[in-house]
């Protein structure tokens, strides 16, 4: 058996990020930038106003103050869309809102709030500094200039800055294709009437879940009775139409366990089979070289608690470095156990848990109740993944331990 860390380096070891498309402003949420995000216009485009308020001289405002307010001839005022070469010259104003073009001889823009207006001039009660409230061309960024480097997820505000510079498209990773097989003969689909030993198919809509929050939208769905036929038969499937195939169950080594051998007989690589990780020690990993693209086979474990942490903390970064990302298992930071850990030595524990703070007010990790591998109310609740380490007993409370933020999206 390998240890965790081992398995995440076979598995970056061997994942590539896919081709490359254009995406639409509209469509490219989630997906990964494939090229650098270079200034197609400086930002600010032009001088423009912070505030709603006055543009001034600074110097006719140097005596001003809320018990001698200071008047000033108001001249025009400029809105924000419209072009304005307006001069004003000492004794004048200009009313002006934000995000107007601020006049170069405009040496500062006075808050509305500190002036008020009568008979055709405003009266402004306070002095102000040369640039204050405006913003200047360029000060953000130059034309030209390098903004955001290829490689970085595509957030909200990576979508506004795009659409900022004028783009319609921009070049992004592709996003794997992905389609599932679930293995069990007890398996039922919900809705469905239950008989006796059979529970419904929970993994294929967790899995389906996990995948959507990582903007992968479609993917199909199998499931495989426990025969090697029928198992051969829906990976054949799976196969067709997606880059990655993820399995959930029949991995391990009971009677009814055919993925490996079936993904064996398939011509599959085995990169590995087994971790020292708890839940999860059954997790298959190997590719297949089919054409020109290369395929990815996940055989995950069937507890529906492991199928869900194996994804989080394996699949995740593997889908990630496809979609052009950095590969990575999420974001983790050390903090106080909150109630002591016991356990076995042998096997890295991701024990699943909240956070709370002791009584010093730091924050500390503490597990959920329900904490075996069938038991999905513990997950459900859980913010954080604790790593007992492998060779570990015992964490006494107070003590530091690695936590591994959960994140369905990234
Ligand atoms: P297996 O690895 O196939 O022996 O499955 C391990 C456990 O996970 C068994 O209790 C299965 O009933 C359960 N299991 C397998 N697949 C699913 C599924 N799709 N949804 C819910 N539970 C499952
Ligand atoms: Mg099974």
């Not at 079936?262 to 590995?272: D, K, N, P, Q, Y």
């Not at 954080?384 to 369905?408: C, Q, R, S, Y």
């Amino acid at each position: 058996m390998i240890t965790y860390e081992e398995a995440l380096k076979l598995v970056d070891d061997n994942v590539e990020p896919l081709g490359q498309c254009e995406a639409r402003l509209e469509d490219m949420f989630g997906s990964y930038l494939a090229a650098d995000v270079v200034a197609t216009l400086p930002s600010p485009q032009f001088d423009n106003s912070a505030v709603d308020g006055y543009g001034v001289k600074v110097g006719d405002l140097e005596a001003a103050s809320p018990e001698t307010a200071k008047a000033l001839k108001l001249v025009t005022a400029i809105a924000a869309g419209s072009p304005s070469d307006l001069e004003i010259t000492t004794g004048e104003a200009v009313k002006i809102f934000t995000g107007a073009r601020v006049p170069t001889s405009c040496e500062a823009v006075v808050m509305r709030e500190y002036c008020r207006e009568e008979s055709g001039n405003v009266l402004i009660e306070c002095a102000t500094r040369p640039g204050e409230n405006i913003r200047r061309q360029a000060e953000e960024y130059k034309k030209g200039e390098l903004v955001l480097n290829a490689g970085i997820k595509i957030t909200p505000p990576v979508v506004s800055l795009l659409a900022s510079l004028g783009y319609v498209q921009f070049p992004v990773f592709e996003k794997p294709r992905v389609a599932l097989v679930v293995t069990g003969d007890e398996l039922v689909e919900p809705g469905q009437p239950l008989k006796e030993g059979q529970i419904y198919n929970s993994n294929a809509y967790g899995l389906t879940a996990a995948l959507n929050s990582l903007g992968i939208k479609e993917c199909k769905s199998l499931i495989a009775r426990d025969t090697r036929e029928a198992t051969r038969k829906c990976f054949e499937e799976a196969l067709e139409s997606s880059d990655v195939v993820i399995s959930s169950g029949g991995v391990s080594v009971g009677d009814h366990d055919y993925v490996k051998e079936t993904l064996e007989a398939m011509g599959v690589r085995t990169i590995f089979w087994r971790i020292a990780m708890k839940p999860g020690k059954p997790v298959y990993f190997g590719v297949l070289e089919r054409g020109s693209r290369r395929k990815y086979l996940f055989g995950l474990p069937g507890n529906p608690v492991s199928v869900l942490v194996t994804f989080h903390q394996i699949v995740k970064p593997a889908l990630k470095k496809m979609s052009g990302g950095k590969f990575a298992a999420g974001s983790t930071v050390r903090l106080k156990l909150g109630a002591p850990l016991k356990k076995r030595p042998g096997r890295l524990d991701f024990v699943r848990g909240i956070l709370t703070r002791n009584e010093d007010g730091d924050s500390a990790a503490v597990a959920t109740k329900g904490q075996e591998s069938h038991m999905l109310s513990g997950l459900a609740r859980a913010q954080i993944m604790m790593h007992f380490a492998a060779d570990a007993e015992k964490v006494d409370a107070g003590e530091p331990i690695d936590v591994t933020l959960i994140n369905w999206a990234d």
